[in-house]
């Protein structure tokens, strides 16, 4: 079964940096691209960042091209981390952070809040 957790969230100035962790077992992680997720309260939860599973090949959505970053370590089957470098933030960043495969399993981990605020 897929096994998400994310954490490295946190509130900070915008202009500021933050990256993200996530430790996502299960059997199917180390073939499948791997992305991150956000989501706010007024918003579905969208993919913005991907990442595929040799880790050579990512895609960003507009707004965060050019900040953000996604990398990834497979360490064996059943264990794999997904990382997101966050630049320069903005307000519109502010968001419960996801990682999960792409496309998004069932299931889903706790998430990790960002809070981008002066």
């Known amino acids: 079964q897929v096994q998400l957790v994310e954490s490295g969230g946190g509130a900070v100035q915008p202009g500021g940096s933050l990256r993200l962790s996530c430790v996502a077992s299960?059997?199917?992680?180390?073939?499948?691209?791997m992305g991150w997720y956000r989501q706010t309260p007024s918003k579905q939860r969208v993919l913005i960042a991907s990442?595929?599973?040799?880790?050579?090949?990512?895609?960003?959505?507009d707004a965060v091209k050019g900040r953000f970053t996604i990398s990834r370590v497979n360490a064996n089957d059943m264990l794999n981390m997904v990382y997101l470098q966050m630049d320069r933030l903005k307000s519109d960043d502010t968001a419960v952070y996801y990682c999960?495969?792409?496309?998004?399993?069932?299931?889903w981990g706790q998430g990790t809040q960002v809070t981008v605020s002066s």
């Open positions: 990442i595929n599973f040799a880790g050579d090949d990512a895609d960003y959505v």
């Open positions: 999960n495969t792409d496309p998004a399993d069932s299931n």
């Open positions: 299960g059997v199917t992680h180390k073939y499948m691209s």
